[in-house]
């Protein structure tokens, strides 16, 4: 809800409190590493994404942008 009300601070805030409880949740580290990019905080951004990383490499292709299928290894035919 801060996000789409563009209350960004209060994100991080709420977020935060959050990774207090749960440290190695990756829904706490993805969310930050997008309100961060909102913010235009990228080191920060950075920060939460290798987090991410280290708890759930295979998400965080998407929230990196890795997500195409060269990235991915994904052959471009399809086996039948």
Known sequence: LYKRAKRYDDAVSILNRGLEVAPDFYNL???LT???RLKGDEP???EHLARAEK???ARARKLRGDDSKEALGASST???
Do not use: L, M
Request: aromatic share 6%; glycine share 0%; net charge positive.
């Open 29 to 31: 580290h993805s969310e």
């Open 78 to 80: 399809i086996q039948r």
């Open 44 to 46: 920060s951004a950075a």
């Open 55 to 57: 708890i759930n490499p």
């Open 34 to 36: 997008k309100v961060y």
